[in-house]
């Protein structure tokens, strides 16, 4: 049986030494969920889930980074995962069209503050939780991602398994039935892009909290249905349509996926990145200025239109997902940050005169790409007659045109340091960047 394959490699993987860079990726990982958890602490839904969950805070062993506090496994996995996931900085596993970051992480952390694991064991289970979740996430695309929002479903067992890695090493029966366990509550569908809603980020904290509470069971001896995954009324028939499982144990052990991570480099629905990466292209290029734009045309895939397509955000969330916007936004200032998603911004009569001249098309040929590649072609038709174009076959920062360490540095920088202040952001990013020769505790996040 499939879980079998993965329960089995994931109990090795737990307490196996890792190569060099594979652990190396892993702290990038880290470095990159820290970096979009704490301006997530600021916003919607963490001040609501602060105050749903006050009678348990300053319980327990688990941190709320940037709330100064501490509370339970699972409800600690549940803000952090949904913090984390509330601005569009996380990482993506591009083939799988999943955030992997938000519930495998926050479900590690949890566990691993719990039991005061050290950080090599806590970098080991999130490694495990990447290779599982990611492998599954590829094999049920792209048909899953039509109704399922992949962060809130694969994040399930990405968090059980890093969960279980951590609660019970190298003990394959419990992986397998934490898995199996987690499987069954796997939810979030796609309807929750579509509105100003809070539930989108509360996908991936469901799926960190599913992953502690499915693992802490089964470290119990409660038991999950082991066929979960492939059979007849499984998690693939039911989420996806026409699986084949079969080469979903590909490279196991041997080829890592966490070293194939997306890191954002906007801060914004990543399926408008490659359009994004053309206009700042073409401003550059051609020294464009915003009045010199008569027209924008945007050929991209379908999936991006059908998520950010939104054609007049009125509120921050509506502008991460509006292709338009954020183009148009990239066009005027240079950048798509947080900054981006002001009041004022969202206004800017400069951006809202781009925007209405603005047009979207799917193009066949990148759809069917999806989601392996992520491009866009974007054309500028300017005031003086001239027609300018870039194609970006590729996002900054995806697998094949990476965000350095320097970079990702730089993007902890900018996201903690107004949260933490200098001094402890700068030591912050110092210990995780070690975190192989401590122990989780010493981080002090709380």
């Avoid at 397998?176 to 539930?199: K, Y």
């Avoid at 921050?316 to 997902?321: A, D, V």
């Avoid at 047009?359 to 790409?369: G, H, N, V, W």
């Amino acid at each position: 049986m499939l879980l079998e394959k993965l329960s089995q490699y994931g109990a090795s993987e737990a307490i196996d030494q890792k190569p060099a860079e594979v652990m190396h990726h892993a702290k990038r990982a880290v470095l990159d969920w820290f970096s979009a958890l704490y301006p997530g602490t600021h916003v919607a839904p963490c001040n609501q889930l602060m105050k749903a969950y006050a009678q348990e805070l300053g319980l327990g062993h688990c941190s709320l980074p940037g709330n100064h506090t501490t509370t339970f496994a699972a409800t600690a996995a549940w803000i952090n995962g949904s913090a984390s996931h509330a601005v569009e900085f996380d990482d993506i596993f591009r083939d799988g069209a999943y955030h992997p970051g938000c519930p495998t992480i926050s479900a590690a952390l949890a566990i691993a503050e719990d039991l005061n694991a050290s950080g090599r064991d806590f970098l080991n289970a999130i490694v495990v939780g990447y290779e599982i979740s990611t492998r599954i996430a590829a094999t049920i695309q792209p048909a899953h991602y039509r109704f399922f929002h992949t962060t809130g479903t694969v994040g399930c067992l990405g968090a059980a398994a890093a969960a279980a890695a951590l609660q019970a090493p190298g003990d394959a029966q419990v992986m397998a039935h934490a898995i199996a366990t987690a499987a069954t509550f796997a939810s979030g569908l796609q309807q929750a892009f579509r509105s100003d809603a809070m539930t989108k980020a509360l996908h991936a904290g469901h799926a960190a909290a599913i992953g502690v509470r499915a693992a802490q069971a089964a470290a119990a001896g409660v038991t999950g249905v082991t066929d979960i995954l492939e059979g007849q009324a499984g998690l693939g028939a039911a989420l996806s349509e026409n699986v084949d499982w079969s080469h979903t144990t590909d490279g196991l052990g041997t080829h890592y996926n966490i070293t194939q991570i997306t890191q954002k480099n906007h801060g914004c629905c990543g399926h408008t990145f490659a359009a994004i990466d053309a206009a700042l292209y073409l401003r550059a290029q051609h020294n464009i200025e915003p009045q010199d734009i008569q027209s924008i045309h945007v050929s991209t895939y379908q999936t991006a239109i059908n998520v950010a397509g939104i054609t007049n955000p009125a509120t921050p969330y509506e502008g991460k997902f509006s292709l338009a916007y954020v183009i148009a936004h990239a066009l005027v200032y240079g950048s798509v940050r947080l900054d981006a998603f002001e009041p004022d911004r969202l206004q800017d009569k400069t951006i809202r005169t781009l925007m209405a001249n603005t047009t979207l098309e799917a193009d066949p040929e990148i759809s069917a790409r999806f989601p392996k590649q992520r491009a866009a072609n974007l054309v500028l038709t300017l005031k003086d007659g001239r027609e300018v174009a870039f194609f970006a076959p590729t996002r900054k920062g995806d697998p094949d045109a990476p965000l350095s360490d320097a970079e990702l540095n730089d993007k902890f920088d900018e996201l903690v340091r107004p949260v933490l202040g200098l001094e402890q952001a700068d030591l912050l990013r110092e210990q995780i960047w070690a975190l192989d020769t401590m122990r989780i505790r010493d981080l002090k996040l709380a």
